[in-house]
């Protein structure tokens, strides 16, 4: 049974950091893509972060310099480090897990982790 787990979301002030965590079973975690999406109220859901070997990451603009994406292929997980967080960046936070195939991909959702920037 594929798990994705996502913990470390909740409420912080502005310029404050956050620390998530995606912990991944039910399939060889090496061999997909990581990505963390967030989805903010009234918006759609858009790609953050995205991670395929630990020397291969990409960012949105918006998060680029703040926000590291890594992985643990040793733990199954992937974690999202959040710094000089800005209220903009509150939002409902997912881990997806993705293996590319030449007609479609496999999509991994986990459940979602809120984070709240607020004084």
């Known amino acids: 049974q594929v798990q994705l787990v996502e913990s470390g979301g909740g409420l912080v002030q502005p310029g404050g950091s956050l620390r998530l965590s995606c912990a991944a079973s039910g399939f060889t975690f090496s061999r997909y893509t990581m990505n963390w999406y967030r989805q903010a109220p009234g918006k759609e859901r858009e790609l953050v972060a995205t991670i395929t070997d630990p020397s291969v990451r990409t960012y949105v603009d918006a998060v680029k310099g703040r926000f590291t994406i890594s992985r643990d292929d040793a733990k199954n997980t992937v974690y999202l480090q959040m710094n000089s967080l800005k209220p903009d960046d509150t939002a409902v936070y997912y881990c997806?897990?993705?293996?590319?195939?030449?007609?479609?991909?496999?999509?991994?959702w986990g459940q979602g982790t809120q984070v709240t920037v607020s004084s």
């Open positions: 997806n897990a993705r293996f590319r195939m030449p007609l479609n991909n496999i999509d991994y």
